[in-house]
């Protein structure tokens, strides 16, 4: 494998916290009036979308190759080093808080007033995915099972079709990205920590799952123009990988913004409608 291009050696996810945001939470956590801390909302404004400087950035976990955090307080697990000795760091985020992130942005721009750093203009809250599974009722008996907060909406019901869509797109999703990680380790010559499976059979098999997930997506809720657009995306996004396998998690990410782009859903939108309509001309 050649030295990977320097110019993958940056950091473009961008969800490490800027120090102005350090501050940010610092007082958010105080004008909560102790009901949170200024670590737990760090913790959520990493997953948080943010608008910065006037640049968007996405709450995907951050994957370093050859570069320090500049996070410190972020979680990172260490990957191994690439065949030219390079620290593969990969960021661990912790569990959406819908609670919290929608107090950190109902309250970001007025925690302090006149103080509140001008490179942040806005957060979006992480996308929750639905809790699936039998509840036990409002009397709290074993709700916290599978909704920790024990505010689901879902006792004593069946899982919507959509539901089953969202559960199945975010579990494709997380197999794309662990595929991709493990792409860029079996290029680089390394094992996955902790597992004896080789990563060149966790990248086909967590490929493999995803493809299948995607297929229960499509056959729960029925999207023509977004299973086009997002097989459009991937099909560039894998051939660049299959050039560059180590920066698999690079461009996996890549494909997974901007599948999630407003251009990708103008063009999802309008593929739905010309579809719509060619059906409708043999019905």
Same mark, same amino acid.
């Given at each position: 494998?050649?030295?990977?291009?320097?110019?993958?050696?940056?950091?473009?996810?961008?969800?490490?916290?800027?120090?102005?945001?350090?501050?940010?939470?610092?007082?958010?956590?105080?004008?909560?009036?102790?009901?949170?801390?200024?670590?737990?909302?760090?913790?959520?404004?990493?997953?948080?979308?943010?608008?910065?400087?006037?640049?968007?950035?996405?709450?995907?976990?951050?994957?370093?190759?050859?570069?320090?955090?500049?996070?410190?307080?972020?979680?990172?697990?260490?990957?191994?080093?690439?065949?030219?000795?390079?620290?593969?760091?990969?960021? @661990?985020?912790?569990?959406?808080?819908? +609670?919290?992130?929608?107090? !950190?942005?109902?309250? $970001?721009?007025? %925690? &302090? /007033?006149?103080?509140?750093?001008?490179?942040?203009?806005?957060?979006?809250?992480?996308?929750?995915?639905?809790?699936?599974?039998?509840?036990?009722?409002?009397?709290?008996?074993?709700?916290?099972?599978?909704?920790?907060?024990?505010?689901?909406?879902?006792?004593?019901?069946?899982?919507?079709?959509?539901?089953?869509?969202?559960?199945?797109?975010?579990?494709?999703?997380?197999?794309?990205?662990?595929?991709?990680?493990?792409?860029?380790?079996?290029?680089?010559?390394?094992?996955?920590?902790?597992?004896?499976?080789?990563?060149?059979?966790?990248?086909?098999?967590?490929?493999?799952?995803?493809?299948?997930?995607?297929?229960?997506?499509?056959?729960?809720?029925?999207?023509?123009?977004?299973? @086009?657009?997002?097989?459009?995306?991937? +099909?560039?996004?894998?051939? !660049?990988?299959?050039? $560059?396998?180590? %920066? &698999? /998690?690079?461009?996996?990410?890549?494909?997974?913004?901007?599948?999630?782009?407003?251009?990708?859903?103008?063009?999802?939108?309008?593929?739905?409608?010309?579809?719509?309509?060619?059906?409708?001309?043999?019905?």
């Amino acid at each position: 494998m050649g030295k990977l291009n320097s110019s993958y050696d940056v950091d473009i996810y961008n969800r490490q916290l800027h120090p102005e945001e350090k501050t940010l939470a610092q007082q958010i956590a105080a004008k909560s009036g102790g009901t949170y801390t200024a670590a737990q909302v760090e913790d959520q404004m990493r997953i948080m979308g943010a608008t910065v400087n006037g640049t968007v950035e996405n709450g995907a976990p951050d994957t370093l190759i050859g570069q320090k955090p500049t996070d410190a307080g972020a979680g990172w697990l260490s990957a191994g080093l690439t065949a030219d000795g390079k620290p593969i760091l990969t960021q @661990t985020n912790a569990a959406v808080d819908p +609670q919290l992130q929608a107090y !950190i942005v109902n309250n $970001y721009a007025s %925690a &302090a /007033p006149g103080a509140v750093p001008s490179i942040v203009s806005g957060y979006t809250a992480s996308p929750t995915q639905p809790q699936i599974g039998p509840q036990y009722g409002t009397n709290g008996l074993n709700a916290g099972t599978m909704c920790p907060k024990g505010d689901c909406g879902m006792a004593y019901k069946t899982p919507s079709q959509q539901q089953v869509a969202d559960t199945a797109g975010f579990g494709a999703t997380q197999l794309d990205r662990a595929s991709a990680m493990a792409t860029a380790l079996a290029a680089a010559g390394l094992p996955i920590p902790y597992v004896s499976v080789p990563a060149e059979a966790v990248a086909v098999w967590a490929s493999a799952g995803s493809w299948f997930l995607n297929g229960v997506q499509q056959a729960a809720s029925p999207n023509f123009g977004g299973y @086009t657009v997002s097989n459009g995306i991937s +099909q560039v996004t894998g051939a !660049i990988t299959a050039r $560059y396998p180590i %920066a &698999a /998690p690079i461009f996996n990410e890549f494909g997974n913004t901007t599948s999630n782009s407003g251009a990708a859903q103008n063009a999802q939108d309008w593929i739905n409608t010309q579809w719509g309509i060619l059906k409708g001309k043999f019905q």
